[in-house]
Nanobody, 116 residues
Framework: QVQLVESGGGLAQAGGSLRLSCAAS????????MGWYRQAPGKQRELVAT???????NYADSVKGRFTISRENGLATVYLQMNSLKPEDTGVYYC??????????WGEGTLVTVSS
């Protein structure tokens, strides 16, 4: 199994930046891709960005050009650099690992609050 621990959330002003980190441990060799999802109050969890072992990336339209996902040491650590933050970026951000068999692992989440 894989354990995921997020860090880096907090309070930012609109237009500001935050960087989230996700540290993976355990059976990392089973991971095919990692990503960030977020859930705003009263809304469903949604995809923010993903990155594969081959460094292919995918972004939600709402964050393209503002957020950047990157990785280090294979997929042991994944980052989400968030620039030009907007109040609508507020939510709990979850790190996700996609196993090669299609199953998922999730972190406990880190809260991001963007004030206007």
């Amino acid at each position: 199994q894989v354990q995921l621990v997020e860090s880096g959330g907090g309070l930012a002003q609109a237009g500001g930046s935050l960087r989230l980190s996700c540290a993976a441990s355990g059976s990392i060799f089973r991971i095919n891709a990692m990503g960030w999802y977020r859930q705003a109050p009263g809304k469903q969890r949604e995809l923010v960005a993903t990155i594969t072992t081959g460094s292919s990336t995918n972004y939600a339209d709402s964050v393209k050009g503002r957020f950047t996902i990157s990785r280090e040491n294979g997929l042991a650590t994944v980052y989400l650099q968030m620039n030009s933050l907007k109040p609508e970026d507020t939510g709990v951000y979850y790190c996700n690992a996609k196993y090669r068999n299609g199953m998922d692992a999730w972190g406990e989440g880190t809260l991001v609050t963007v004030s206007s």
